[in-house]
């Protein structure tokens, strides 16, 4: 008996023959001409299948890559035309009454770039539709656009769009428009229009049919569009669709199929149009055209397997008056009458407290440098998706603003002008701060020692050399180690795009004299937990890989703390007189604050006097459950350091007592400054132990926070983070105590960092916590996964051992040079827990499991004979970033940036160019992007100069 693979292979083969016979593509085999020892065995395959016999792997895999391919082929497009198709199917396409209407239309499809967008630089395709307007899908616009309807629509800060109408294959010539105004996003269909200004005169409008599509059922169309590589499935298959290129314009024949009632994105169920050419994603927002009657018949949006693709239908479009008055050119008028949408229109266009305008902040005209793509290697999948496409809907980008006041500077001093390349940067920059958005924008300027101006006068300079105003004040209040690190807030520039910050930060430092500038990145490389959407949806989280699904819960949900032997470690110490569940330890916790609500947490912990609100100044550390996909970061993790016994759960010391720090709006979102600024701010107010459930990227400042308070004998625990593969900062550091994650099972959570940094592993997957999700249910608690409950389970057994033992006993007991820190993580992985990995997972995950008992009953003097393990930070940023990218590009990659890492100021754009790769190469997500080409700023694509190419043509290869 067949699979069901094998029966959707047969029935949509016979779809694509005349009379719906499988017979014929056997008889018709020959010509498809796969190659000489290809060609048997797609025969023996046809055969197999037309006879119902089940096919193997290989025998499937020679159906798809080699027949499919042939009837629905994905053609170049070439100085605006393609070149003479050889396909049997479609010979008649080289006839001059197909290729006029297609050349014409070619001119009014374009790529809608996202440039500065730190992971996805395009996000599909985009048709000229009426006088300066765009079409393109919905869920392609919300990569750069948040609201629904005519109003309300913003641009995400630190992200741009445009449309190239170029990028064609073997061609590095651009034609960018920047897209000035989302106009509509639809409520009901997976449709967007976007303005722009400066089509040229052969850019026409594109007419869009009225006819209901069944009248076209049958017809050969095209899909005009720019397919991209799909890392999640067979890397050969799509190779030989569309030749190992893509992200360039190509034309893609098929036939419209019926009406189909599909899922749309926003849940919608639609009667959508089908079709059979080939896609993928970056063809989402594609015109279905008909070559013949030269009009748009559907906007491509989806599709499913060896089902059918799936277009929003122009004759529905054309019933919409909304669309009508937008300015969209129909070939006539639709029959009208009520519509399905009328009522979601409705709920849109209710009065709104507070409408903004949609304008998009001011962009360089100018056409992004010539980006290069290159397709990943075969992840191992075996679903393919060819000749057919899934899209995603991806998640709004998380801004953190700060409410603080900023002062005009005085007269100015001495002035640097900036060189010319720095004036269109400038101007965009002062162009944000005449909007009077009131976000701030934080860079830290770092010297070596003492600054040589104060900071009004470091003001001035700034704000005479580049008409910017700002101000500059101390990052951490005095000492005379960090007054080298001067905080700089520039109002209105949330909204620039990343590169462009770094850019700016080099500026910056050429106008300070500054050893580096770090601009806070807002960085994203710490996932947080997510309610995962329904797989058969346009909308798919892009880490849907990293989290345990419901079946694979534990068998005990207090594993956490039963396997890590911490109820053993409270009678221990009780046994032996000692204080006990980690009585008498402040543990602070940078996070996102906690709720003042929840039961399983002690009531009044933001009224601790060590607790602050560095977000929103001079309130307590409350978490307003506003930050990211799931709010309430701070209140979960916290529980697990310190959930009083005899509730739902328990915390790993319930007699500790937990400050909480809120530096974050979101835990998805690290802005480098306020967690150095939380980190010294726990020091300074009588930390014992620090516990970090977050990460990122590094900054001078952070680093520095980290070293004094380990120098002031604090234990740091830090996450080692989820599902971006690698270690994140702080944790990255060789000060910080790294912590991994795994299940009950003692095997690696699947979306553990690993590698070389991770000292310890911890729980990670179903850990019970305080779930503070409903206000109404004030005792929740459930499952969670990540690194982050690992880490602050960890702290807890900090807590316990500092207790057990006595915290100043054990630091009068220290050895000259030693620090607190070494002492415990000497003594957590000489009593650590082996664990269930593998032989290559066995160096990633640190020497072992959390087991507290074995800690506490590790005589602290066994540490000082084990001096190999008292080891000194050696390992300065240059090497750390060095190894990071060697992770992520390989040894050549590591050639092709080693003319910028000798400049300290490259290394953080260098960190998140790897950073973006690995959890690029590692997410198995939908979308349906081409491994993300480089958004590098312009001083770094200068120094690097042909390395940015190599950099781009290496990719994941020599990583792999």
């Known amino acids: 008996m067949g699979s069901i693979k094998d029966d959707l292979l047969r029935n949509y083969l016979a779809r694509l023959t005349a009379d719906n016979r499988l017979e014929g593509f056997v008889e018709s085999a020959a010509p498809l001409d796969p190659g000489p020892l290809a060609q048997p065995k797609v025969g023996k395959a046809l055969e197999k299948l037309t006879l119902g016999k089940p096919l193997g792997p290989q025998e499937q895999f020679y159906i798809e890559a080699l027949i499919i391919p042939r009837e629905r082929p994905a053609i170049d497009i070439v100085s605006g035309d393609y070149k003479e198709i050889t396909h049997?199917?479609?010979?008649?396409?080289?006839?001059?009454?197909?290729?006029?209407?297609?050349?014409?239309?070619?001119?009014?499809?374009?790529?809608?770039?996202?440039?500065?967008?730190?992971?996805?630089?395009?996000?599909?395709?985009?048709?000229?539709?009426?006088?300066?307007?765009?079409?393109?899908?919905?869920?392609?616009?919300?990569?750069?656009?948040?609201?629904?309807?005519?109003?309300?629509?913003?641009?995400?800060?630190?992200?741009?769009?445009?449309?190239?109408?170029?990028?064609?294959?073997?061609?590095?010539?651009?034609?960018?428009?920047?897209?000035?105004?989302?106009?509509?996003?639809?409520?009901?269909?997976?449709?967007?229009?976007?303005?722009?200004?400066?089509?040229?005169?052969?850019?026409?409008?594109?007419?869009?049919?009225?006819?209901?599509?069944?009248?076209?059922?049958?017809?050969?169309?095209?899909?005009?569009?720019?397919?991209?590589?799909?890392?999640?499935?067979?890397?050969?298959?799509?190779?030989?669709?569309?030749?190992?290129?893509?992200?360039?314009?190509?034309?893609?024949?098929g036939l419209l199929g019926p009406r189909l009632q599909v899922d749309s994105v926003g849940g919608s169920r639609v009667s959508a149009v089908g079709h059979d050419a080939s896609t993928l994603g970056g063809a989402s927002g594609s015109t279905v055209f008909d070559p013949i009657g030269g009009r748009i018949i559907g906007l491509h949006f989806g599709g499913r397997y060896l089902e059918s693709n799936y277009a929003v239908p122009a004759y529905e479009l054309a019933r919409d008056n909304r669309v009508i008055d937008a300015g969209v050119n129909f070939a006539g008028k639709a029959p009208g009458g009520p519509a399905p949408w009328d009522g979601v229109w409705q709920g849109r266009e209710q009065p709104a407290a507070v409408t903004k305008p949609t304008t998009a902040p001011a962009v360089n005209p100018a056409a992004?440098?010539?980006?290069?793509?290159?397709?990943?290697?075969?992840?191992?999948?075996?679903?393919?998706?060819?000749?057919?496409?899934?899209?995603?809907?991806?998640?709004?980008?998380?801004?953190?603003?700060?409410?603080?006041?900023?002062?005009?500077?005085?007269?100015?001093?001495?002035?640097?002008?900036?060189?010319?390349?720095?004036?269109?940067?400038?101007?965009?920059?002062?162009?944000?701060?005449?909007?009077?958005?009131?976000?701030?924008?934080?860079?830290?300027?770092?010297?070596?020692?003492?600054?040589?101006?104060?900071?009004?006068?470091?003001?001035?300079?700034?704000?005479?050399?580049t008409g910017l105003n700002g101000r500059v004040s101390p990052l951490f209040p005095a000492d005379p180690e960090l007054d080298a690190h001067r905080l700089l807030e520039l109002p209105g520039l949330t909204?620039?795009?990343?590169?462009?910050?770094?850019?700016?930060?080099?500026?910056?430092?050429?106008?300070?004299?500054?050893?580096?500038?770090?601009?806070?990145?807002?960085?994203?490389?710490?996932?947080?937990?997510?309610?995962l959407p329904d797989p058969g949806t346009e909308a798919f989280n892009l880490t849907f890989w990293c989290w345990a699904g419901d079946d694979e819960m534990p068998k005990d949900p207090d594993w956490a703390i039963v396997k890590t032997r911490t109820p053993e470690t409270w009678k221990y110490s009780e046994q032996q007189g000692r204080p006990s569940r980690g009585e008498g330890i402040r543990v602070f916790q940078p996070d996102t604050g906690v709720v003042t609500w929840h039961s399983e947490i002690p009531p009044g912990l933001y009224n601790n006097p060590g607790a602050v609100n560095l977000v929103e100044l001079g309130q307590p550390?409350?978490?307003?459950?506003?930050?990211?996909?799931?709010?309430?970061?701070?209140?979960?993790?916290?529980?697990?350091?310190?959930?009083?016994?005899?509730?739902?759960?328990?915390?790993?010391?319930?007699?500790?007592?937990?400050?909480?720090?809120?530096?974050?709006?979101?835990?998805?979102?690290?802005?480098?400054?306020?967690?150095?600024?939380?980190?010294?701010?726990?020091?300074?107010?009588?930390?014992?132990?620090?516990?970090?459930?977050?990460?990122?990227?590094?900054?001078?400042?952070?680093?520095?926070?980290?070293?004094?308070?380990?120098?002031?004998?604090?234990?740091?625990?830090?996450?080692?983070?989820?599902?971006?593969?690698?270690?994140?900062?702080?944790?990255?550091?060789?000060?910080?105590?790294?912590?991994?994650?795994?299940?009950?099972?003692?095997?690696?959570?699947?979306?553990?960092?690993?590698g070389s940094s991770v000292d310890i592993s911890g729980p990670a997957e179903f850990v019970l916590r305080a779930n503070a999700s409903d206000r109404n249910a004030p005792g929740q608690v459930s499952g969670g996964q990540g690194t982050s409950f690992a880490t602050a389970h960890l702290a807890g057994v900090a807590a316990l051992w500092l207790a057990h033992h006595g915290r100043e006993q054990l630091i009068r007991s220290l050895p000259q040079g030693i620090t607190l820190q070494q002492l415990f993580r000497t003594l957590l992985t000489s009593s650590a827990q082996p664990g269930k990995f593998s032989k290559s997972e066995k160096d990633d995950?640190?020497?072992?499991?959390?087991?507290?008992?074995?800690?506490?009953?590790?005589?602290?003097?066994?540490?000082?004979?084990?001096?190999?393990?008292?080891?000194?930070?050696?390992?300065?940023?240059?090497?750390?970033?060095?190894?990071?990218?060697?992770?992520?590009?390989?040894?050549?990659?590591?050639?092709?940036?080693?003319?910028?890492?000798?400049?300290?100021?490259?290394?953080?754009?260098?960190?998140c160019i790897a950073l973006d790769q690995l959890r690029a190469q590692r997410s198995r997500r939908a979308q349906?992007?081409?491994?993300?080409?480089?958004?590098?700023?312009?001083?770094?694509?200068?120094?690097?100069?042909?390395?940015?190419l190599k950099i781009a043509q290496v990719g994941a290869g020599d990583a792999s």
């Open 368 to 465: 992004p440098p010539p980006v290069v793509t290159v397709p990943l290697a075969n992840t191992g999948e075996q679903t393919i998706t060819i000749p057919l496409q899934i899209s995603i809907r991806l998640g709004e980008a998380q801004v953190s603003i700060s409410p603080q006041v900023v002062a005009n500077h005085g007269p100015a001093a001495a002035v640097i002008q900036p060189s010319v390349e720095h004036q269109q940067l400038l101007q965009l920059c002062q162009a944000y701060q005449r909007e009077g958005d009131p976000g701030l924008q934080r860079f830290v300027i770092n010297f070596t020692g003492q600054p040589p101006r104060d900071d009004n006068a470091l003001g001035q300079a700034i704000s005479a050399a």
């Open 495 to 531: 909204g620039l795009p990343r590169n462009e910050r770094f850019d700016l930060a080099r500026l910056l430092r050429e106008v300070t004299g500054a050893d580096t500038v770090d601009p806070d990145l807002g960085s994203d490389y710490f996932t947080d937990e997510h309610n």
């Open 621 to 754: 550390p409350i978490d307003p459950m506003t930050g990211g996909n799931n709010p309430g970061h701070g209140t979960g993790t916290s529980s697990v350091v310190i959930s009083p016994e005899g509730g739902k759960m328990r915390g790993a010391a319930p007699k500790a007592t937990l400050v909480p720090i809120r530096c974050l709006e979101s835990v998805a979102v690290f802005d480098q400054s306020r967690v150095a600024q939380a980190i010294d701010h726990a020091r300074r107010n009588g930390a014992h132990v620090i516990t970090m459930s977050l990460g990122g990227v590094f900054s001078d400042a952070l680093h520095t926070a980290l070293r004094k308070a380990v120098e002031a004998n604090i234990i740091v625990v830090s996450a080692a983070g989820n599902c971006v593969s690698t270690v994140v900062w702080p944790a990255r550091y060789d000060e910080a105590i790294a912590v991994a994650g795994i299940n009950e099972r003692f095997k690696p959570w699947r979306g553990s960092s690993n």
């Open 845 to 911: 995950y640190g020497a072992g499991i959390v087991d507290a008992l074995a800690l506490l009953e590790l005589d602290p003097r066994h540490a000082f004979t084990q001096e190999a393990v008292f080891r000194t930070p050696a390992s300065n940023l240059r090497s750390q970033v060095v190894e990071l990218l060697s992770e992520a590009l390989g040894a050549s990659g590591i050639e092709a940036a080693a003319t910028a890492t000798g400049d300290p100021q490259n290394l953080l754009e260098l960190s």
């Open 88 to 253: 049997h199917r479609w010979l008649g396409w080289n006839d001059e009454r197909f290729r006029a209407p297609l050349r014409a239309a070619f001119r009014s499809v374009g790529r809608i770039e996202l440039p500065g967008h730190p992971l996805y630089p395009y996000g599909g395709t985009g048709f000229v539709v009426g006088d300066g307007l765009l079409m393109t899908n919905r869920h392609v616009a919300q990569l750069f656009c948040s609201g629904l309807g005519l109003r309300g629509l913003e641009f995400i800060p630190g992200v741009t769009a445009g449309v190239d109408f170029l990028r064609e294959r073997d061609n590095t010539a651009s034609q960018f428009l920047p897209v000035v105004k989302t106009v509509m996003i639809h409520p009901y269909w997976d449709m967007a229009l976007l303005r722009v200004d400066g089509l040229h005169a052969d850019q026409v409008p594109l007419l869009l049919d009225t006819l209901d599509p069944a009248e076209h059922q049958g017809k050969e169309v095209a899909v005009i569009g720019y397919p991209a590589f799909d890392p999640r499935n067979n890397a050969a298959v799509q190779n030989e669709l569309f030749g190992g290129v893509y992200g360039v314009k190509r034309l893609m024949p």
């Open 928 to 948: 349906l992007e081409s491994l993300p080409p480089l958004a590098l700023s312009a001083g770094l694509r200068r120094t690097l100069g042909q390395g940015a």
